[in-house]
């Protein structure tokens, strides 16, 4: 733990398809916490207590902050942390505010899941290929050429759309 | 060390290299760092025997955790776990415990190995936390069951993340476990990589691949060869398909062949980067990303990708993915930057945060594109199987044509061609294509984009449009004419290249974002048919909530074939431009309506059904001909200003006129938007 810091929290992104997509960092770091989070859908939740532990659904970024602050805690959410998770964002943003060290592992964003699943590579053929966003689902994704990732977090699902 | 040695394994010639190091070593046969070096170029060279004799060599000599580490990886990664259990014989200690973990997954005693690999991690923290704590994890997960099955074939290209291994993911890590043979991109086998590796039972080969399009051809068809007897895999660093030559090569060769391949994604620099960043709760979600070509678009703010393609398209330099590591990333501050900024930084030759993200998912696309459009494909291909009998369509008689045909043959009684072979005549397919291409992607009326009723009503009315629309819905899904046309679509989109050169070599967008003074920030969209009258064209102007509104034009594929040069150097930009100008000042003239109700050209009615449509044709029509004068010569204005519709505009003189004014003088108007009220001077006061 840095000095003056009040805490820890390792949040973890579990990738898209999370019984696929969760890597070995997140895992590792899950197991060492003392208390875990999870805010995915209840499958993936049993999925990830066989792999690290016990789990508990977090209420809101409080609670999560609040456990920070007694000892090393960690916060398993779907797709990537600050790409496609609003609690996450608002538990980093609590904590820098708090002085709580935060550790963001990254995990698997909706552009690498649809891009993986279509098996189309971004920068090979530029003229194909030039883009692509990942939004989520009723709040884009913008008027554009390039292929899109809609993403519903609750639901954890990724759309594709060109 | 041997230099000699050392460049060869740099120029990927690791056979050579083996004989350079080897030789070096004979010569300093007491020095074990020679000797790894051998075992080195000897694996890239396809010898993993020997390679595992020259690290057991080394390990003889140093007899350190290190060297014992490196003989282990040669043995296992030749194949050979009897002489691996041989050299850990007596041996106590952390790292022997780590490689006993590793013997316990190759055999699938997983629950032996989690043990193994944590007490590791336990006994020597320094050294072993990370590694063995990683691959604790994957014992783990595998202890705690796997339910998918293995693959029977094909091969799987896994991603091993920015961070490797920390950021392999179970999915790439089980299907590397079904692989009998595993060929891994030499520039991923560091220590870490091939700790991995020793984890499978499977026959493992490297393949050198340093970015070159051939080099990536060869090092796929030798991955294709391996996968040739039984299922296999490939790891590459980061995700396989960003800046990921190798893999789009084995992807496009494997599905040439018939042969099932799958993509297991890794952590990609940008999602790495996207980690290090602290975007607010309040933040859109989301993330964008674009190739490096594009980078240079003004008011863009995303994250820039480099790839080796771009930097041959004369576009951005390659240099910024060889600027930052995981732990260079941790410790730079994000700068979030716009395109136009981070070109410039690059341009100035270094600066730090130079891969830079936004998670805007509100952020609008600037972009001209010209494509295929599978909407109107769709329409096309059901002509073709309807009779081709409506006016305005292009039967291309080519394989394309014939594909299209046999495709939709045996759906020849369905709705939709039977609906498409009875409409009106006076339903032309240019009418259809302008209905059809204001459908959504799923072919759903939008809304937002309403379908003319002029056309409407020459279709029959708006019952029979619907049945139509629902018809091809129904066509295209039973069809999977979306597979079609995303097989066809680089063939189709190589058509639209002649317009696409065109418009570059007009500088179409750079133009028209130098006169208008401020960058283009909308989307425009060219699309391009076989099927479409090459003298006829579509254009369509949509709201889309930005400055800049949302811009379509279709075109036939082979538009501009009676003269091409006049056509490719001043019709088609025109055509551009004026569409381009309509996204641009469109909204200005529509606010300038009080004003301008006050004015009038001369005649009694105006042109285009309204004053203020009048008005909006008046601006585009006089700034492409201003930037025709300027691109193609005076000549050009006047062919393009005299084309027999010079008496629906008569005070366009007056106009010309005042922008050559607005030319002369741009310190003191950089925008043409602040101009606009002293243009629309140009039009005589009502008495």
């Given at each position: 733990m840095m000095g003056g810091m009040k805490g820890m929290i390792v949040v973890c992104g579990l990738g898209?398809?999370?019984?696929?997509?969760?890597?070995?960092?997140?895992?590792?770091?899950?197991?060492?916490c003392?208390?875990?989070?999870?805010?995915?859908?209840p499958e993936t939740s049993a999925w990830l207590e066989l792999r690290v532990g016990a789990l508990k659904v977090p209420r809101d970024a409080a609670e999560v902050l609040a456990a920070a602050r007694e000892?090393?805690?960690?916060?398993?959410?779907?797709?990537?942390?600050?790409?496609?998770?609003?609690?996450?964002?608002?538990?980093?943003?609590?904590?820098?505010?708090?002085?709580?060290?935060?550790?963001?592992?990254?995990?698997?964003?909706?552009?690498?899941?649809?891009?993986?699943?279509?098996?189309?590579?971004?920068?090979?053929?530029?003229?194909?290929?030039?883009?692509?966003?990942?939004?989520?689902?009723?709040?884009?994704?913008?008027?554009?050429?390039?292929?899109?990732?809609?993403?519903?977090?609750?639901?954890?699902?990724?759309?594709?759309?060109? | 060390m041997s230099d000699r040695g050392e460049r060869l394994l740099q120029r990927g010639r690791p056979a050579e290299a083996c004989a350079a190091f080897t030789a070096a070593a004979k010569k300093d046969p007491s020095n074990p760092s020679l000797w790894l070096r051998v075992a080195d170029a000897a694996f890239l060279a396809g010898r993993a025997a020997n390679a595992a004799r020259a690290a057991a060599r080394a390990h003889a000599l140093g007899g350190g955790d290190d060297t014992l580490r490196r003989a282990l990886q040669a043995h296992l990664l030749a194949g050979d776990e009897a002489s691996a259990r041989r050299a850990l014989k007596g041996r106590a200690g952390a790292e022997a415990a780590f490689w006993l973990a590793v013997l316990a997954c190759r055999a699938a005693r997983w629950a032996e190995a989690r043990r193994l690999f944590l007490e590791a991690a336990a006994a020597d923290p320094e050294r072993l936390a990370e590694r063995a704590g990683l691959f604790a994890a994957w014992a783990g997960h595998r202890a705690a069951g796997v339910a998918r099955r293995s693959e029977a074939r094909g091969i799987s290209i896994v991603g091993l993340g920015w961070k490797r291994p920390r950021q392999a993911t179970v999915g790439g890590l089980d299907a590397l476990a079904g692989c009998r043979k595993l060929v891994a991109v030499a520039n991923t086998l560091d220590d870490a990589t091939r700790d991995l590796l020793c984890l499978f039972r499977a026959e493992v080969s490297a393949v050198a691949f340093r970015g070159s399009e051939a080099e990536a051809a060869a090092a796929a068809r030798r991955a294709l060869r391996a996968a040739a007897a039984g299922p296999a895999g490939t790891v590459t660093r980061g995700n396989p398909l960003v800046y990921g030559r190798f893999a789009a090569r084995l992807v496009a060769l494997a599905r040439a062949k018939g042969l099932p391949v799958r993509v297991l994604p890794g952590v990609s620099s940008y999602e790495e980067l996207a980690g290090v960043d602290r975007p607010g709760p309040e933040a859109p979600l989301g993330l964008e990303l674009r190739n490096s070509h594009?980078?240079?678009?003004?008011?863009?703010?995303?994250?820039a990708v480099f790839t080796p393609y771009s930097r041959s398209k004369g576009a951005l330099p390659h240099r910024p993915a060889l600027w930052f590591s995981s732990e260079g990333l941790a410790r730079a501050p994000i700068t979030r930057v716009s395109a136009a900024e981070a070109a410039s930084m690059l341009a100035r030759g270094g600066a730090p945060g130079i891969l830079y993200y936004a998670s805007s998912a509100k952020m609008p696309v600037p972009r001209l594109s010209f494509k295929a459009d599978a909407r109107l494909e769709l329409i096309g291909a059901i002509e073709l199987v309807s009779g081709a009998r409506a006016a305005r369509f292009v039967d291309p008689k080519d394989e394309y044509a014939a594909a299209a045909r046999k495709l939709l043959k045996p759906f020849s009684g369905h709705p939709a061609v039977r609906l498409q072979a009875a409409f009106p005549a006076a339903f032309d397919f240019v009418e259809r294509c302008e209905l059809a291409h204001r459908l959504t992607p799923a072919l759903e009326a939008d809304a937002a984009r309403f379908l003319p009723e002029s056309s409407v009503t020459r279709a029959g009315g708006r019952a029979a449009v619907d049945a139509w629309f629902e018809a091809l819905r129904d066509l295209?899904?039973?069809?999977?004419?979306?597979?079609?046309?995303?097989?066809?679509?680089?063939?189709?989109?190589?058509?639209?290249?002649?317009?696409?050169?065109a418009a570059a070599a007009a500088k179409v967008l750079e133009d028209l974002e130098a006169y208008a003074g401020r960058p283009f920030d909308g989307t425009y969209e060219v699309r391009v048919s076989p099927y479409f009258d090459a003298e006829r064209m579509l254009n369509a102007v949509w709201p889309s909530g930005g400055a800049t509104r949302a811009l379509v034009t279709v075109i036939g594929a082979d538009a501009g074939g009676r003269d091409p040069e006049y056509y490719l150097r001043e019709r088609l930009p025109g055509a551009l431009w004026h569409q381009l100008a309509h996204g641009y000042f469109d909204a200005s003239v529509e606010?300038?309506?009080?004003?301008?109700?006050?004015?009038?050209?001369?005649?009694?009615?105006?042109?285009?059904?309204?004053?203020?449509?009048?008005?909006?044709?008046?601006?585009?029509?006089?700034?492409?001909?201003?930037?025709?004068?300027?691109?193609?010569?005076?000549a050009a204005q006047e062919r393009f200003l005299n084309n027999g519709d010079a008496?629906?505009?008569?005070?366009?003189?007056?106009?010309?006129?005042?922008?050559?004014?607005?030319?002369?003088?741009?310190?003191?108007?950089?925008?043409?938007?602040?101009f606009l009220p002293r243009l629309f001077e140009a039009f005589p006061a009502k008495a």
């Amino acid at each position: 733990m840095m000095g003056g810091m009040k805490g820890m929290i390792v949040v973890c992104g579990l990738g898209c398809d999370p019984e696929r997509e969760a890597t070995l960092e997140s895992l590792a770091a899950l197991s060492g916490c003392v208390v875990r989070f999870c805010d995915a859908k209840p499958e993936t939740s049993a999925w990830l207590e066989l792999r690290v532990g016990a789990l508990k659904v977090p209420r809101d970024a409080a609670e999560v902050l609040a456990a920070a602050r007694e000892g090393l805690t960690g916060l398993a959410v779907w797709g990537h942390p600050t790409i496609t998770s609003r609690l996450a964002r608002e538990v980093l943003a609590a904590a820098e505010q708090d002085g709580v060290e935060a550790v963001v592992l990254a995990g698997i964003s909706p552009i690498s899941h649809a891009m993986a699943a279509g098996a189309r590579a971004l920068g090979w053929r530029a003229d194909e290929d030039a883009g692509w966003t990942a939004a989520p689902e009723g709040e884009g994704p913008p008027a554009g050429a390039h292929p899109a990732a809609l993403f519903d977090a609750a639901a954890g699902t990724v759309r594709v759309v060109r | 060390m041997s230099d000699r040695g050392e460049r060869l394994l740099q120029r990927g010639r690791p056979a050579e290299a083996c004989a350079a190091f080897t030789a070096a070593a004979k010569k300093d046969p007491s020095n074990p760092s020679l000797w790894l070096r051998v075992a080195d170029a000897a694996f890239l060279a396809g010898r993993a025997a020997n390679a595992a004799r020259a690290a057991a060599r080394a390990h003889a000599l140093g007899g350190g955790d290190d060297t014992l580490r490196r003989a282990l990886q040669a043995h296992l990664l030749a194949g050979d776990e009897a002489s691996a259990r041989r050299a850990l014989k007596g041996r106590a200690g952390a790292e022997a415990a780590f490689w006993l973990a590793v013997l316990a997954c190759r055999a699938a005693r997983w629950a032996e190995a989690r043990r193994l690999f944590l007490e590791a991690a336990a006994a020597d923290p320094e050294r072993l936390a990370e590694r063995a704590g990683l691959f604790a994890a994957w014992a783990g997960h595998r202890a705690a069951g796997v339910a998918r099955r293995s693959e029977a074939r094909g091969i799987s290209i896994v991603g091993l993340g920015w961070k490797r291994p920390r950021q392999a993911t179970v999915g790439g890590l089980d299907a590397l476990a079904g692989c009998r043979k595993l060929v891994a991109v030499a520039n991923t086998l560091d220590d870490a990589t091939r700790d991995l590796l020793c984890l499978f039972r499977a026959e493992v080969s490297a393949v050198a691949f340093r970015g070159s399009e051939a080099e990536a051809a060869a090092a796929a068809r030798r991955a294709l060869r391996a996968a040739a007897a039984g299922p296999a895999g490939t790891v590459t660093r980061g995700n396989p398909l960003v800046y990921g030559r190798f893999a789009a090569r084995l992807v496009a060769l494997a599905r040439a062949k018939g042969l099932p391949v799958r993509v297991l994604p890794g952590v990609s620099s940008y999602e790495e980067l996207a980690g290090v960043d602290r975007p607010g709760p309040e933040a859109p979600l989301g993330l964008e990303l674009r190739n490096s070509h594009d980078a240079g678009t003004p008011g863009a703010r995303a994250m820039a990708v480099f790839t080796p393609y771009s930097r041959s398209k004369g576009a951005l330099p390659h240099r910024p993915a060889l600027w930052f590591s995981s732990e260079g990333l941790a410790r730079a501050p994000i700068t979030r930057v716009s395109a136009a900024e981070a070109a410039s930084m690059l341009a100035r030759g270094g600066a730090p945060g130079i891969l830079y993200y936004a998670s805007s998912a509100k952020m609008p696309v600037p972009r001209l594109s010209f494509k295929a459009d599978a909407r109107l494909e769709l329409i096309g291909a059901i002509e073709l199987v309807s009779g081709a009998r409506a006016a305005r369509f292009v039967d291309p008689k080519d394989e394309y044509a014939a594909a299209a045909r046999k495709l939709l043959k045996p759906f020849s009684g369905h709705p939709a061609v039977r609906l498409q072979a009875a409409f009106p005549a006076a339903f032309d397919f240019v009418e259809r294509c302008e209905l059809a291409h204001r459908l959504t992607p799923a072919l759903e009326a939008d809304a937002a984009r309403f379908l003319p009723e002029s056309s409407v009503t020459r279709a029959g009315g708006r019952a029979a449009v619907d049945a139509w629309f629902e018809a091809l819905r129904d066509l295209s899904r039973a069809s999977d004419f979306a597979a079609f046309f995303r097989s066809r679509r680089a063939a189709l989109d190589k058509r639209a290249g002649k317009f696409r050169e065109a418009a570059a070599a007009a500088k179409v967008l750079e133009d028209l974002e130098a006169y208008a003074g401020r960058p283009f920030d909308g989307t425009y969209e060219v699309r391009v048919s076989p099927y479409f009258d090459a003298e006829r064209m579509l254009n369509a102007v949509w709201p889309s909530g930005g400055a800049t509104r949302a811009l379509v034009t279709v075109i036939g594929a082979d538009a501009g074939g009676r003269d091409p040069e006049y056509y490719l150097r001043e019709r088609l930009p025109g055509a551009l431009w004026h569409q381009l100008a309509h996204g641009y000042f469109d909204a200005s003239v529509e606010a300038a309506r009080p004003a301008l109700a006050g004015r009038h050209d001369g005649r009694a009615t105006p042109s285009f059904g309204s004053w203020e449509q009048c008005v909006k044709e008046y601006v585009v029509i006089a700034v492409t001909a201003r930037l025709l004068a300027r691109s193609a010569g005076e000549a050009a204005q006047e062919r393009f200003l005299n084309n027999g519709d010079a008496d629906l505009f008569p005070a366009m003189p007056a106009l010309i006129e005042r922008l050559r004014e607005f030319e002369g003088d741009r310190a003191r108007w950089p925008r043409l938007a602040a101009f606009l009220p002293r243009l629309f001077e140009a039009f005589p006061a009502k008495a």
